[in-house]
């Protein structure tokens, strides 16, 4: 898992910033990650760059970014500004909640 110190490699030119705060390595954690991986491997040709912060270790940025339950995935770019608590297991309600745009859209962005 990725610390504040560790981001995850950005695929392409980010457009998209995410940040996710999870509690620990648990099953719901791993889930959350993937899911949101798996949104913006599918959703996002531009690219994007993910940081996980595990509020066990770094409780302060939790405090300093009001999470109050995990896993939190904040979506800092483009603005404004979108916050979606939970493990994301609902893509579709997901990738609205986050603004993420649809894959047929992806395509026609490839396309044209």
Known sequence: MS???DPQPCRGPATYSFTLFVAGATER???ARWNLLTLCDT???DGYELEVID????PELAEENHILAT???LRLSPLPRRRVIGDLSDQNRAALAL???DPDER?????G
């Open 3 to 5: 610390s504040a110190d």
């Open 29 to 31: 954690s791993d889930a």
């Open 43 to 45: 959703r996002l040709v």
């Open 55 to 58: 509020v066990m270790q770094q």
């Open 71 to 73: 896993p939190t995935v």
């Open 99 to 101: 603004g993420l745009p």
């Open 107 to 111: 395509s026609r962005t490839r396309q």
